[in-house]
């Protein structure tokens, strides 16, 4: 089966511009996950949706971070305006439905670069 | 969630069984042992994940102690490609955040 899709793989930009991720999940899944990946360390959630509903959102930055699953099938990630601090690599994971016994699978990321 | 203790770093010769520990010893009755292993540039890979019994699949086999305090993963012959940082995680059945640790930064040599 195709695993999950991200776009672009990377990219660069200068503070306070803004950028946006796109996600692809594995067919069928209905749970989305976006993660903040710095370098040297492991995934930090970001929000989690269930089909277009968000479950938790508990970590974004609200005040510059934005995230959608219009469809309950794609998603995007924005961030606006970006800070230094967010050069990380965001990844996308999904499952096939929520609960502990369900794995997660990732997608390669998106390595973002801020000037 | 409980936390993971592994070692940073370890050898392994390629074609040999690498182990790798993992200390969850405050690990609760319904939180999962989950495995995953990160290649550069890629994102993380599953691997298994397990409660209470051992588990096999084509990748590995998970190796759970009966008090459920630490767990071994085994990758029976080990490759070139299985070099890579590999995290233990324990996940609780309520909690679907992935609390990814620093990991064991695995070299698989010739």
């Known amino acids: 089966e195709a695993g999950v899709a991200q776009s672009p793989r990377y990219k660069i930009i200068e503070k306070r511009q803004s950028v946006a991720f796109w996600c692809n999940p594995i067919s069928g899944h209905a749970t989305l996950y976006w993660y903040q990946q710095i370098l040297g360390q492991g995934p930090k959630l970001l929000i989690q949706?269930?089909?277009?509903?968000?479950?938790?959102d508990s970590q974004l930055p609200k005040d510059r971070f934005s995230a959608e699953r219009l469809k309950g099938v794609d998603s995007t990630l924005k961030i606006q305006p970006a800070k230094l601090e967010d050069s990380a690599v965001y990844l996308c994971?999904?499952?096939?439905?929520?609960?502990?016994?369900?794995?997660?699978?990732f997608g390669d990321g998106t390595r973002l670069s801020i000037l | 969630d409980a936390k993971t203790t592994q070692p940073p770093s370890m050898d392994c010769a390629e074609g040999r069984a690498a182990n790798l520990p993992c200390n969850h010893s405050?690990?609760?009755?319904?939180?999962?042992v989950y495995w995953y292993r990160q290649i550069h540039s890629q994102g993380p890979q599953y691997i298994i994940h397990g409660l209470k019994n051992n588990e096999t699949n084509e990748m590995a086999s998970l190796i759970i102690t009966e008090d459920r305090k630490s767990s071994t993963l085994i990758l029976p012959h080990a490759t070139l490609r299985d070099t890579a940082v590999y995290y233990c995680?324990?996940?609780?059945?309520?909690?679907?955040?992935?609390?990814f640790g620093a990991g064991t930064r695995l070299t698989v040599k010739p």
């Open positions: 995680i324990a996940r609780s059945y309520s909690n679907n955040d992935m609390r």
């Open positions: 405050t690990i609760s009755g319904n939180e999962y």
């Open positions: 994971a999904s499952s096939e439905g929520q609960g502990a016994q369900q794995p997660q699978h």
């Open positions: 949706f269930q089909n277009n509903g968000v479950v938790d």
